[in-house]
């Protein structure tokens, strides 16, 4: 297979921007995200598994420009809240400071030792000509924090305490995340693919 030069990474979210921009600046000639390009679907997360919703916005987006593209799906799953929000995670508030206050509203009162949760990233990577799919996964295991900390990240980040290097994701600078992240473990994953290419 030839080497890939240019790719799209479908999202508009700033912070997962960031993200992949930092992670993949190496791999490619050319990095374009949807707020550069004349796309407007808005690329709706209608399906039931984190897969589906990532396979489906990379095939929208590869399809239409006839190139590479990288999509992702993420959410946050609460033990206490029986994996809730999960796969619906964006949809869980208007925006993240919403989010945030609903989740610490629905965890009030909870003893540290029973806030646990996990992120978990799916990247879909859509290859045209003849239409490929692959799915690459990473997780992270954390507590639910009883307040915002930090000043890094974005969605659930300044509330996601992780007890392995005992620090919330929010005190983390991008590359600093990437190398621990769910979506981080997922690009890894991608990034070794690739390069066996
Ligand atoms: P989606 O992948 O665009 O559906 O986003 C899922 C939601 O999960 C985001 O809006 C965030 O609220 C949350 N989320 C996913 N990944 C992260 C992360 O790395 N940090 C914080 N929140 C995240």
């Known amino acids: 297979m030839r080497k890939i ?28 995200f949807l707020p550069e390009l004349p796309f407007f679907d808005d690329l709706k997360e209608d399906e039931t598994s984190y897969v589906s919703n990532a396979m489906k916005k990379a095939r929208k987006v590869g399809e239409r420009f006839g190139i590479p593209s990288i999509a992702d799906d993420s959410g946050l799953e609460v033990d206490f809240l029986g994996g809730r929000p999960g796969v619906t995670s964006s949809r869980y508030g208007k925006n993240d400071e919403e989010r945030i206050g609903r989740l610490l509203t629905e965890l009030e009162g909870l003893p540290w030792d029973e806030r646990t949760a996990k992120f978990r ?3 879909a990577l859509y290859l045209p000509e003849p239409e490929r799919y692959y799915v690459f996964y990473g997780d992270l295991k954390g507590i639910i924090g009883f307040e915002k900390r930090g000043e890094y ?45």
């Not at 030069?5 to 374009?32: C, H, P, S, W």
């Not at 992780?162 to 590359?175: A, W």
């Open 5 to 32: 030069k240019t790719i799209i990474v479908a999202t508009r979210n700033e912070g997962k921007m960031n993200e992949f921009r930092q992670a993949l600046k190496d791999l490619f000639e050319k990095i374009y």
């Open 121 to 123: 990233a799916y990247l």
């Open 153 to 197: 990240g974005f969605g659930f980040d300044p509330v996601f305490f992780v007890p392995s290097i005992g620090k919330y994701l929010s005190e983390l600078d991008t590359h600093e995340k990437n190398r621990i992240s769910h979506r981080g473990k997922a690009l890894m994953a991608l990034k070794e693919f690739l390069r066996s290419l």
